[in-house]
């Protein structure tokens, strides 16, 4: 179940940290000095097992660098002296609730966008769920948050394979490009080039793969990836990414059976069939 925090009272918190508060002093030549910079240690940078324990304990952690991916689920907070997002670190199960806070306004970032976040442990945020119940999230104050895509920061491939096998049926080009192995998916790249006369057709959900005596479907839950072009216009090349769940095998040969068509029922087409060695 996702967890939704009201972001009212989180904004308040940050917006003293982004107007630049800070535990200051004041020397006999009038200059400003940290009145912990002499005896402070340098932040520690989270490990990956330290951030998810930091997630159900933000306070033990504070002052704690962090370094992570994240995708944005509710629509940002801005105002003259920042943007403030909430997003889930583990969005596949919808948790690891953060909010954080970058002292920029003008941050080009939306709802479902994944980010990469530098930043720091500020302190720890309770508020009520959709739900009434009671969560606790971490506030990260932001140095750098950029855009990233969700194979990079949620389902990086342990294992590329480039396959680069084109088949052609009557000028209805079918090429594989690229085979990725991830921890919990395998992901085929592909190319279509439609140089025929009229529209062509390919849906996903009709492709099989084969592996040893297994056949995989896609994935269900692929709505973190864009959308592949089921009709192709004539002259038109398009790319896509077939998603299936996580091999039971590391290594042998895959068969994946791709079902195509065409407006001209003219033409005969029969299933694209490659093998791939991984």
């Known amino acids: 179940m996702k967890k939704f925090i009201m972001m009212g009272m989180a904004v308040l918190l940050l917006l003293g940290v982004l107007a630049g508060c800070s535990d200051t002093k004041t020397d006999a030549t009038g200059s400003k ?27 033990k952690y504070k002052g704690a660098k962090v370094d992570f991916y994240a995708q944005v689920f509710v629509d940002p907070e801005k105002d003259d002296k920042g943007t403030y997002l909430q997003a889930f670190t583990k969005p596949e199960n919808g948790e690891g609730n953060v909010i954080i806070g ?13 980010i990469h976040v530098v930043g720091k442990v500020k302190d720890s945020f309770s508020g009520e769920n959709a739900f009434g119940g009671k969560i606790e999230a971490p506030v990260i104050v932001a140095d750098k948050i ?84 089921s009709e192709i216009l004539p002259g038109v090349k398009t790319q896509g990414m077939l998603v299936y769940p996580k091999l039971d095998q590391t290594s042998g040969t895959l068969k994946l059976n791709m079902e195509v068509s065409s407006e001209n029922y003219d033409l005969e087409f029969h299933p694209f069939q490659f093998e791939i060695k991984y």
């Not at 940290?34 to 997630?55: G, I, R, V, Y």
């Not at 970058?102 to 709802?111: H, R």
């Not at 395998?186 to 040893?212: H, M, P, Q, S």
């Open 33 to 59: 000095e940290n009145k912990k910079a002499a005896s402070a240690k340098p932040a520690k940078m989270l490990t990956k097992e330290e951030f998810d324990k930091m997630l159900s304990n933000p306070k």
């Open 102 to 114: 970058i002292d920029d306004p003008n941050l080009d970032v939306k709802v479902d966008d994944v």
């Open 146 to 229: 950029e855009k990233s895509d969700y194979v990079t920061a949620f389902a990086p491939a342990l294992k590329t394979v480039d396959i680069n096998k084109e088949q052609d049926q009557h000028g209805y080009k079918m090429k594989l490009t690229k085979l990725e192995i991830a921890e919990n998916e395998t992901r085929i790249y592909y190319e279509i080039n439609n140089t025929t006369k009229d529209k062509v057709e390919f849906y996903d959900f009709n492709a099989k793969l084969v592996a040893g005596n297994k056949q995989y479907d896609i994935k269900d839950d692929t709505l973190n990836y864009p959308e592949n072009q």
